[in-house]
């Protein structure tokens, strides 16, 4: 009778690990970005989409991230919005430089996909949805030294900072990681020097002593369109990939994240069947 017992509880294990399924105490997330419907570069970027959602589906994570740049448009973003109710569980979005430039396209935002910053509880792990666009200015890419931030948007970034200072650190047993569109800093000089890259540094010093103050170890990305993963003053960032176009290389594909019981994130890079970004 015990072997019988405990036949049924390591299949049981296995089919469930088989199906995607995380291990007691463990989240997992799946981070989209750059999915950029309508963006020139990327003519297939909604099927490419709704491929990513079906590969999603079949790993069945707790939570799904959208992280940025979504689309060219009002319009293209409410299509990409339809093609991510195919997804099974709950979506949280955050914008990108694309999806926010001034004061009236973080109107437009809020009225499409709600608040641009806030935070969201996965099992025992608080996520940190932070609005990038509030931390410099990505509107000129070639632009050789930090911009002004657009007029109307620094009030707007004060009190998002204003808000994550008052934020509640983790009681024992939490964790608690941070995600926004553009990252704090780059990986070894990658990307390259412009600006346009990561956030501004006043702006980027500030982030980082209040994330040090919550505890925040890890910090969910994009912008790049590619995967990576590296450490700086005490923060793990993790870059995901896109969906929709390569212009470093690379693969087309989506981000995988394990957070642990103790607080680590374990990264996986999960390619589209078709990871060609034309």
Request: glycine share 10%; with cysteine.
């Amino acid at each position: 009778m015990n072997r019988i017992r405990l036949f049924c509880i390591g299949l049981a294990c296995g089919m469930f690990l088989l199906l995607g399924g995380s291990r007691p105490g463990e989240v997992t997330v799946a981070q989209i970005s750059d999915t950029h419907l309508g963006e020139r570069h990327s003519p297939r970027a909604a099927e490419c989409l709704r491929e990513a959602v079906t590969m999603i589906n079949a790993r069945h994570p707790d939570a799904v991230i959208i992280s940025g740049d979504i689309g060219e448009s009002i319009d293209e973003r409410e299509q990409a919005k339809t093609i991510l109710k195919g997804l099974d569980v709950p979506v949280y979005y955050i914008p990108g430089n694309h999806d926010i430039k001034d004061t009236n396209g973080l109107a437009l935002y809020r009225r499409q996909f709600g608040p641009d910053y806030y935070s969201f509880r996965v099992k025992n792990a608080e996520v940190l949805a932070l609005d990038s666009q509030l931390l410099g200015n990505y509107s000129q890419f070639e632009t050789k030294s930090p911009q002004p931030m657009a007029p109307g948007l620094e009030e707007e970034s004060q009190k998002m900072l204003k808000w994550l200072a008052a934020q509640p650190k983790p009681a024992r047993g939490e964790v608690v990681i941070a995600v926004q569109h553009i990252s704090l800093f780059r990986d070894n000089g990658f990307p390259d020097g412009k600006p346009y890259w990561v956030v501004d540094g006043p702006y980027a010093q500030h982030e980082v002593e209040l994330l040090h103050g919550l505890g925040v170890k890890h910090l969910l990305t994009r912008h790049w369109h590619t995967g990576r993963v590296f450490n700086q003053d005490g923060i793990t960032i993790h870059v995901a990939p896109a969906t929709s176009w390569l212009p470093f290389g690379g693969q087309l594909g989506f981000a995988m994240h394990t957070i642990t019981a103790n607080g680590d994130v374990h990264t996986e890079f999960v390619p589209l069947a078709d990871d060609s970004g034309n």
